[in-house]
């Protein structure tokens, strides 16, 4: 049979994959914080905080969600906001929220090296 | 290509074609090259968003992320978009995804919304509450940018970006 088997996934370890590259590739990136998704789920929720990016009045909860390998061993969704130094400091205050389903609870900084 | 980017992709063509004028004429204001720029570059990167058949955030700033979803697919995948693109490999594409983030945000920067009332947007004039300053006659550094080599190979990047839509979406 041509079946393909799905690799066990980590969301965590995926997480550390993404921020390697996404503090390579993008310089305004000052910090990167993984957001533990719900058991199970194949899904890797980051919040990128951007010194680049425009200080918007609105409510930064919306995120980029993408398929990615969608055809492979490994499909998952790669979920992302981003968010300045300001407002990231106003969502750990709870002055801005993140979008729904995400919570604060277990995040953690991915070390950029 | 699913029938969504399509339409999205028919629309960056459009508006690419546009900018290709306005960046090889020397007397138009240089407003309207990064207004078309600033809209090329934001729509090309929705268009690919909607690969998975939703619509993309409301967020402009979405061009240096596009790149960086590219270049989070498969191995074999990312290097035949870096080929696509100009660039020998993955890495190269990489490299230049990081020289050309700045000049990215900049550009996204520029859009009114997101320019806010007092800084310098390709519309309309500033401040909003009483102007000084009107996009027809400011001289953008990001202008001044464009014209360099990074400048350059931005523009050629996206082009090819443009072009080759249908063969990575």
């Known amino acids: 049979m041509g079946t393909t088997a799905t690799i066990a996934f980590s969301p965590e370890s995926w997480a550390r994959s993404y921020a390697k590259s996404h503090y390579e590739t993008d310089p305004g990136i000052?910090?990167?914080?993984?957001?533990?998704?719900?058991?199970?789920?194949?899904?890797?929720?980051?919040?990128?905080?951007?010194?680049?990016?425009?200080?918007?009045a609105a409510?930064?909860?919306?995120?980029?969600?993408?398929?990615?390998?969608?055809?492979?061993?490994?499909?998952?969704?790669?979920?992302?906001?981003?968010?300045?130094?300001?407002?990231?400091?106003?969502?750990?205050?709870?002055q801005l929220s993140l979008p729904t389903g995400w919570s604060l609870s277990g995040h953690l900084r991915m070390a950029q090296d | 290509m699913n029938r969504f980017q399509e339409?999205?992709?028919?629309?960056?063509?459009?508006?690419?074609?546009?900018?290709?004028?306005?960046?090889?004429?020397?007397?138009?204001?240089?407003?309207?090259?990064?207004?078309?720029?600033?809209?090329?570059?934001?729509?090309?990167?929705?268009?690919?968003?909607w690969r998975d058949r939703k619509p993309p955030p409301k967020s402009h700033a979405s061009f240096v992320r596009f790149l960086q979803l590219l270049v989070s697919r498969g191995n074999r995948d990312c290097d035949r978009i870096a080929t696509?693109?100009?660039?020998?490999?993955?890495?190269?594409?990489?490299?230049?995804?990081?020289?050309?983030?700045?000049?990215?945000?900049?550009?996204?920067?520029?859009?009114?919304?997101?320019?806010?009332?007092?800084?310098p947007n390709v519309e309309y004039p500033w401040p909003q509450e009483a102007p000084t300053e009107t996009p027809a006659k400011y001289l953008f550094p990001v202008g001044v940018r464009l014209r360099s080599k990074t400048g350059r190979?931005?523009?050629?990047?996206?082009a090819l970006a443009v072009r080759e839509f249908p063969n990575y979406a």
């Open chain 1, 30 to 56: 000052t910090d990167i914080f993984f957001i533990p998704s719900e058991p199970g789920e194949r899904e890797v929720r980051l919040v990128e905080v951007n010194d680049q990016l425009a200080e918007r």
């Open chain 1, 59 to 94: 409510d930064p909860s919306e995120a980029w969600i993408l398929t990615i390998d969608d055809e492979g061993q490994v499909p998952h969704k790669l979920a992302i906001v981003d968010v300045t130094p300001n407002q990231w400091i106003k969502i750990l205050s709870g």
């Open chain 2, 7 to 49: 339409l999205w992709w028919q629309q960056v063509c459009a508006e690419h074609e546009i900018l290709t004028l306005l960046v090889a004429s020397s007397s138009i204001a240089i407003c309207h090259q990064l207004h078309y720029l600033q809209m090329v570059t934001e729509k090309l990167g929705k268009a690919y968003y």
């Open chain 2, 84 to 119: 696509l693109l100009g660039f020998d490999s993955t890495i190269e594409l990489r490299g230049w995804i990081r020289s050309a983030a700045p000049l990215a945000h900049e550009i996204e920067r520029l859009a009114p919304a997101l320019a806010g009332n007092m800084g």
């Open chain 2, 153 to 158: 190979q931005f523009l050629k990047v996206l």
